[in-house]
């Protein structure tokens, strides 16, 4: 951690210093903003306590973000075009990341003080967006260029459709409960609420394998939570000191001399693919060139041309600190290019399976020692999580517990939506899509509660889903106002 600033004056390495707490406030805010997900149903049905469910939570959050990998962290950070930051001086690129932050930040605490379960993730990448068109604004480029269109396409589309997901399967749930243990004998305690519960049997708590259920399916949550919204943390804490130290971020500095070999073998593995399939390729070009979009950005001696480079970049290279600066921006530049090559030469070529599967694989390869991070950013990533998990959580829990519905949840809406929310989410993290789990959560509850006929509170849903509209929009304005004062300033 220390090489973070080595390469800087005490003016930079403070900026680094604050860059660095930014992140970690909106990560620790994200915590308590999203606690609400996987201990609301707890809470509300009295399966454990408040302290407990919040405790359990802040440590299920810490493994997802340590376990969780980083497909989601790069979707964040591709999110602009690669090499955005890179191209700016060190002030612009400062300037960026503190409008993101700020803006993000910003939503985030106003939507949470008024008790308003909306999306960090939405907020995240809004402010991004905010950035990406004013930098095109202020610089004359092309929008179309200002963001990686592909990338930005599938987050929105998961952000769009991951709620509607939920409200389906979590209905789905709920008519599958009633349909398979309807002729239990007591069945009918999987539809009490915990009032009736006290009121019928006399007893605060729910029947004990109900209570195991609702713990399960809220540390899945809690877990999925860390696992997809720990890896957003994470994606941006990179993004951050790719833009502002990229001396020290741009290839993994400590990747073995095993994993340089590697990343070599499999570039001259690449080189013998494209040699061999040189013919096949061009005459594919040919034929589509007037009829694909996609083939107009493709071309087969550009492809070679990178790869010759990329070889000759890393020849007799074993340790990345041997690279100088500029040419780890041009080893980090041919291979994220080389894997979207990669991604074209599947879409644009009719090929087997056998070598689909071996240009996928090249291309995890090739990405292994920039697609990266340091352990002590996932530490320091899952502690703020989990740490802002367990403060801040009652404003956001009543909503979802009391105001979503007309009723106050049974046992089974509270299994149904959070079993929908830890399977959607998990599945969501481990392909690499961004989600909000707020609105997956909520969703849920909604669905789960309009399956039982029980109906949902019109004006809270008004609310969050005016909430769901803004959030894009406002943080994208926010971003871009303080990217446009920041600019002015320096």
Known sequence: MLYLFSYSDLNHSLFVLLALFFVLCYEAINGFHDTANAVSTLIYTRATSAHFAVMMSGLFNFLGVLLGGLTVAYAIVHLLPNDLLLNTNSKNALAMVFSMLLAAILWNLSTWYFCLPASSSHSLIGAIIGVGLTNAFTTGSSL???????????????????????????????????????????????????????????KKKPPFLIKIALILSSIGVSYAHGANDGQKGIGLL??????????????????????????????????????????????????????????????????????????????????????????????????????ENIDQTIHILNISKEEKNFLK???????????????????????????????????????IGEKIGKKRMTYAQAMSAQITASLSIGIASYTGIPVSTTHILSSSVAGAMLSDGDGIQISTIKNIALAWILTLPVSILLSSFFYWIALLLI
């Open 144 to 202: 179309v260029n200002a963001l990686n269109i592909p990338k930005m396409t599938n987050v929105f589309l998961s952000l769009i459709f991951s709620p509607i997901v939920g409200l389906i399967i979590s209905g789905v749930l709920i008519f599958l409960l009633r349909f398979f243990l309807k002729k239990k004998k007591n069945f009918y305690r999987i539809y009490m609420t915990p009032l009736e519960r006290e009121k019928k049997d006399g």
């Open 361 to 399: 694989k090249s291309k995890e390869d090739i990405l292994k020692t920039i697609e990266y991070a340091p352990m002590w950013i996932i530490l320091i990533i899952a502690l703020s999580l989990s740490v802002g998990t367990m403060i801040g959580w009652k404003r956001i829990v009543i909503t």
């Open 238 to 339: 990179m993004l951050v000191l790719i833009g502002i130290a990229p001396y020290g971020f741009l290839v993994n500095l400590n990747a073995s001399k095993k994993e340089i070999i590697y990343t070599k073998n499999t570039i001259n593995h690449l080189y013998e693919y494209y040699s061999k399939n040189k013919d096949k390729i061009i005459k594919t070009i040919n034929h589509q060139k007037k009829i694909s979009n996609i083939t107009k950005n493709y071309n087969y001696f550009h492809i070679i041309k990178k790869i010759k480079k990329t070889k000759l970049l890393l020849k007799d290279i074993y340790n990345y600190n041997e690279l100088n600066i500029q040419k780890r921006f041009k080893l980090r530049h041919f291979l994220l290019s080389l894997s």
